[in-house]
């Protein structure tokens, strides 16, 4: 028998399933406050984009439906465990955002957070959130990026190879072109922490 190649996702997804451990102290690098802020803007059936290990989970408003996805089992196993907090209904499903298996113009809403930094082709995985979400619908992006800053854009260009191979997070992406480039209409983005972080709401 062939031996199976090892993808670039398949190598990623290893690396979050033992990262998956301690991710929640990592996640905290995002404010509870904005995270909560932009949850509560998804409305309707809600697409979470790598739902990690569930943090966004309580902070949906009744009224949203969630489908959360992620490529780690080990991340979902977590997110499983705070499904209890959710005050509306969550299903969770292994699956990869460069592939996804929901029709055309199925969600009202998209969201993810710190999401783009890890998945391998991040401009494939913006057009499968065009592709599924509906016409007129809103897409929600919390995510960390590039720093503007020549010098600190230049160390995280330095660090971003070992920060991939420990935790499979690039620190380095430029997620606002990458957007555009997935042909996304970007309608605001608010910078926070020095603009390394960054919320975009966007449509189809």
């Known amino acids: 028998m062939p031996k199976r190649t090892i993808s ?4 990623i997804r290893n690396r979050y399933n ?8 990592m996640d905290k690098m995002i404010p509870v406050k904005l995270r909560q802020r932009a949850i509560e803007q998804a409305n309707g059936q809600v697409l979470e984009v790598g739902v990690g290990t569930g943090a966004n989970l309580e ?3 009744p009224g949203c439906e969630v489908m959360g996805i992620d490529f780690s089992p ?4 977590k997110a499983r465990q705070k499904i209890v ?10 699956m990869d955002a460069e592939h996804m298996n929901f029709p055309d113009n199925t969600f009202d809403t998209v969201v993810a957070t710190c999401v783009f930094c ?7 995985g913006f057009r499968e959130v065009k592709r599924v979400c509906k016409n007129g619908g809103r ?11 020549p010098v600190l854009g230049w160390l995280m260009d330095v660090f971003n190879p070992l920060a991939l191979h420990l935790i499979g997070s690039n620190i380095n992406r430029q997620t606002v ?28």
């Open 74 to 77: 080990g991340m979902l196993r």
């Open 59 to 61: 902070y949906y408003l």
């Open 177 to 204: 072109e990458n957007v555009r480039r997935a042909d996304i209409t970007i309608f605001s983005v608010e910078e926070f922490s020095g603009k390394i972080i960054k919320l975009i709401l966007a449509e189809p």
């Open 118 to 124: 890890s998945i391998p082709d991040p401009v494939q």
């Open 139 to 149: 897409i929600i992006l919390l995510e960390h990026m590039r720093s503007e800053n």
């Open 85 to 94: 907090r959710a005050k509306v209904p969550v299903t969770l499903l292994e």
């Open 18 to 25: 033992r990262t998956a451990l301690f991710y929640d102290w």
């Open 8 to 11: 670039q996702t398949d190598i």
